[in-house]
């Protein structure tokens, strides 16, 4: 799994990017050491699902023969953080690009894996509620809505290419993500 240097420097800048979005939402918009303390959250939380969420688009892609890597979009970053000034994320930080014949199975498959690897992380920060709660409740709320936005079925989304090739997986899928993000914000609720 080769990567350029300038892949390297587009996953940091994103990943920076969207934490910096994420923890100034969490923080609701506070500013200090609060601020960084929630930044340093989003960081392993947010941060390591779209890590995770990219490199699963990258991987499955490289494994069907096709050139992929991930590009940042450096106008969208901006807006998330400026958006998170509002109160909320909306980031679409790049994308991994490809480029080789796939069929539509494969492409359903690449395009399943980032969501996938987003309810993944979200499940693993499942049991550790009741070890560091808070850090794992946000871990788990933005992994799982993270998933179940991503797979919204509009062209140019994961979920359109999903649901195209496999519309069992894909209501799989969503009634996972959407059963974790709102078993996050119960927990939440019960446990901040």
């Given amino acids: 799994m080769r990567f350029h240097k300038r892949e390297i420097f587009d996953l940091l800048k994103a990943w920076i990017a969207i934490s910096i979005a994420f923890g100034i939402v969490l923080s609701e918009r506070s500013f200090g050491i609060n601020l960084l303390k929630f930044i340093g959250i989003a960081l392993l939380t947010a941060g390591i699902g779209f890590i995770a969420h990219e490199l ?31 109160g909320f994320v909306f980031a679409a930080p790049g994308a991994v690009w490809f480029s080789g014949y796939v069929n539509k199975e494969q492409r359903g498959i690449i395009s399943m894996s980032g969501p996938l690897a987003n309810i993944v992380v979200a499940l693993i920060f499942l049991p550790l509620i009741f070890v560091i709660p808070t850090f794992a ?12 936005f991503n797979l919204i079925p509009f062209r140019g989304f ?35």
């Fill in 158 to 192: 994961d979920g359109y290419k999903v649901l195209q090739w496999n519309k069992a997986i894909y209501a799989i899928l969503i009634v996972v993500s959407l059963g974790l993000t709102v078993l996050s914000f119960v927990g939440n609720s019960i446990f901040l």
């Fill in 137 to 148: 409740l946000y871990g788990m709320m933005i992994n799982s809505w993270l998933a179940f």
């Fill in 56 to 86: 699963s688009h990258r991987y499955f892609a490289r494994k069907y023969k096709c050139y992929a890597e991930f590009r940042s979009n450096d106008i969208m970053l901006l807006i998330a953080i400026v958006l998170s000034f509002a």
